[in-house]
């Protein structure tokens, strides 16, 4: 079948490199046909329910939609005349218009001039509070315009993809998830959307065993332990190994353990199928972060001694270190990095690596 998926545009490279992380995890064949700003659309080997699984664990994925068909804005109307609507609208339904970047279309019009015409073919009521299927008209390909301040603005859309919503984002998971709502919070918590992009990028399975050594307050692991996964952490500071064990108690994970151990002294009795892992940056850039080079390195040698062979891991640093150098020496490569940047003078790279 074939999909469209509206990603986050909050970071350039990260919602994509999740959604084909996950894709792989799950096993679901994939082409990429076509990209444009927040949009990709893919021919995927999967079914409705494959899709509802992939997208309801994702960070950075907005919606996931199916195609059904493509067109242009002149040829719009020609084109909803040429669907059978009775294979896609079965029950109440709305139209919504869907405008990337925002440029100039008369969405109400649209959406009430296509809805009545959908309405009329497939008989079924129009419902905008609680539509049982919602159709989607996405405006992308834009063709851009700068003006003399140097603005950009979009001039016109050459396509409109007519899709039906598959899953989109639970905002209300983000939110009720955030660091500060949990028993036991500090400062340095990871964003959930950003540990559970980790978790992805990490190729994290259902059932599979994750291990964050540095897991502070347990942030990755909550993210990780949504599915069904055996959770293993640790951490030198006895405050953050006693918060992120109520932490997890409080999300109501079961299997769990959590040490208060430095993670160059690790010692697990099993294997783990995947690490996620945020450790600390150090103090300073002005010593070229020497220290918390080696500590790196050296958590790297420990935590591959438990790593399946096909596993990965996912580690978020400062842009000052560089992790080419950190993992010279151990039996690690680097496949992917992405950088987010924070502030002026902080860039977080995540990278994800395996075993050479
Ligand atoms: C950036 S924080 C991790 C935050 C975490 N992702 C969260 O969401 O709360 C880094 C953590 O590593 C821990 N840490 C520092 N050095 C360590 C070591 N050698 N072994 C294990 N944990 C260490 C710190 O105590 C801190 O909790």
Not at 152 to 162: A, F, G, L, M
Not at 272 to 290: E, R
Request: glycine share 6%; charged share 25%; aromatic share 8%.
């Amino acid at each position: 079948m074939e999909i469209t998926v509206v990603l986050s545009q909050e970071n350039e490279t990260l919602p994509k490199a999740e959604l084909l992380s996950r894709l792989e995890t799950l096993d679901i064949k994939y082409t990429i046909l076509n990209e444009y700003p927040g949009i990709i659309e893919l021919d995927v080997g999967a079914t409705w329910e494959d899709i509802v699984e992939l997208g309801s664990h994702l960070g950075y994925t907005h919606e996931i939609l199916k195609t059904i068909s493509k067109t242009t804005p002149e040829k719009l109307e020609e084109s909803i005349e040429d669907i059978d609507w009775t294979k896609y609208v079965t029950d109440s339904f709305k139209v919504r218009v869907k405008r990337m970047g925002g440029g100039d279309v008369d969405k109400d019009k649209i959406e009430r001039n296509i809805g009545g015409f959908i309405k009329q073919k497939s008989n079924m009521p129009v419902s905008l509070d609680d539509a049982i299927c919602t159709i989607k008209l996405i405006y992308t390909n834009p063709e851009q315009v700068v003006n003399e301040y140097k603005e950009v603005s979009i001039k016109k859309y050459n396509k409109v993809i007519i899709s039906q919503l598959i899953i989109e984002q639970d905002k209300k998971h983000f939110f009720d998830n955030k660091p500060h709502k949990r028993p036991y919070f500090h400062p340095g918590s990871m964003s959930p959307k950003l540990a559970l992009c980790m978790v992805n990028l990490a190729h994290v399975h259902n059932n599979d065993t994750v291990l964050d050594p540095f897991c502070g307050t347990g942030g990755i692991l909550i993210e990780a332990g949504i599915l069904n996964t055996k959770l293993i952490g640790s951490d030198i500071e006895k405050h953050m190994y006693e918060g992120s064990k109520l932490n997890l108690a409080h999300e109501g994970f079961e299997d769990f353990k959590i040490m208060w151990e430095d993670v160059r002294k690790l010692e697990l009795d099993e294997t783990v199928d995947a690490v996620a892992m945020d450790p600390p940056y150090g103090i300073s850039t002005t010593l070229g972060g020497d220290n918390t080079k080696e500590l790196y390195h050296e958590a790297l040698i420990a935590i591959s001694n438990y790593l399946k062979d096909d596993g990965y891991i996912c580690m978020a640093s400062p842009h000052y270190i560089d992790l080419n150098e950190v993992v010279e020496g151990t039996s690690l490569k680097i496949n992917q990095q992405h950088a987010i940047r924070m502030h002026k003078s902080l860039t977080r790279i995540i990278t994800v690596l395996s075993k050479k």
